[in-house]
């Protein structure tokens, strides 16, 4: 697997983000909903939009939606779990997903999302949220393509998890999110066009980067 080495100035890609190829230490929701993913794409590109069923991950409502693909309109918010919106404190149905972020954060997800679009890959990633009075929440989020209508991918079946959810969580509304860290996964291994990469730049820590030359490993 290998990271994009992508580097830009802006909060998203200099001083704090992590962007690479790969899963990192996802919460359970994130493995559960792959793996349902996974299960009905069987072997293809994607599944089918219909092909999803409510009630075979009927514990995961809460925290996943479904939002479409780029156009006019942008990635609007088909559906969004009951959880989702009470921690954002606001229907989320029919926003723009990218309105969750500002800024060069907005433009990391958003190019995200058209390697979701354009390539059929699995996004993940992981923000900081805050209130208004500066509370702190941590979430992980998985972006996993679908075909609605056509042979294109045109949807995304997400999830969006708290990871140790404060007491707190759902009182007061998240206002503000900042993207820590934002990975591309291959559920059929990386193509060969990204397989021709050297060094890898993974940042740990806000303004830290480090090099890793090839491959993340397993565990990675």
């Known amino acids: 697997m290998f990271t994009l080495a992508w580097r830009k100035v802006g909060r998203a890609f200099g001083c704090g983000v992590a962007f690479r190829v790969g899963w990192g230490n996802a919460a359970a ?89 354009a390539d ?24 996993l393509p679908l075909i609605h209508t056509g042979e294109a991918i045109n949807r995304i079946l997400g999830a969006i998890t708290a990871i140790e959810p404060p007491f707190w969580l759902g009182a007061e509304p998240l206002l503000r999110q900042e993207i820590v860290e934002l990975n591309t996964h291959w559920p059929d291994g990386v193509p060969a066009f990204m397989a021709q990469g050297g060094a890898e730049v993974i940042s740990l820590a806000r303004r830290r980067f480090r090099v890793l030359e090839g491959g993340l490993g397993e565990g990675d």
């Open 29 to 117: 929701n994130e493995p559960a909903a792959y793996a349902y993913w996974d299960r009905v794409r069987n072997g293809r590109v994607a599944p089918r939009r219909f092909e999803i069923e409510p009630a075979k991950i009927a514990a995961l409502l809460p925290e996943t939606f479904i939002a479409e693909g780029a156009g006019t309109l942008g990635h609007r918010f088909r559906l969004a779990g009951t959880r989702i919106c009470e921690q954002f404190g606001r229907e989320l149905r029919g926003a723009d997903l990218l309105s969750l972020w500002e800024d060069a954060d907005r433009d990391a997800v958003a190019s995200l999302l058209r390697t979701v679009f």
């Open 120 to 143: 059929a890959a699995v996004g993940y990633g992981r923000f900081k949220a805050y209130t208004h009075t500066d509370r702190q929440a941590n979430f992980e989020f998985v972006l």
